[in-house]
């Protein structure tokens, strides 16, 4: 059975950090690329990032780049997303989502608040 379960969210002040983690198992996680989702309140869900399958190969929305760092541990089946100098604006879901050809997982999504 393939699971992808997220940890690490939380509620943080503006300007702080945090890790989120995800744990992968019932699919072959070296093989997969990996991604972070996130969804804010009545918005459409949309990429943060993508780190292929050797770890060589990054992607990052604009507006998160050179604040947000993905990183794959192959060996642990799991997948970060370290997030500095956090905004209010980053508040949202963020989902772990694994890709490879037509196999496409999701997993149930971690809340970042940023407020004050």
């Known amino acids: 059975q393939v699971q992808l379960v997220e940890s690490g969210g939380g509620l943080v002040q503006p300007g702080g950090s945090l890790r989120l983690s995800c744990a992968a198992s019932?699919?072959?996680?070296?093989?997969?690329?990996m991604s972070w989702y996130r969804q804010a309140p009545g918005q459409e869900r949309e990429l943060v990032a993508t780190i292929t399958s050797a770890g060589g190969i990054t992607k990052f929305a604009d507006s998160m780049k050179g604040r947000f760092t993905i990183s794959r541990d192959n060996a642990k089946n799991t997948v970060y997303l370290q997030m500095n100098s956090l905004k209010p604006e980053d508040t949202a879901v963020y989902y772990c989502?694994?890709?490879?050809?037509?196999?496409?997982?999701w997993g149930q999504g971690t809340q970042v608040t940023v407020s004050s």
């Open positions: 019932g699919f072959t996680f070296s093989t997969f690329a």
């Open positions: 989502n694994a890709r490879l050809y037509l196999y496409n997982y």
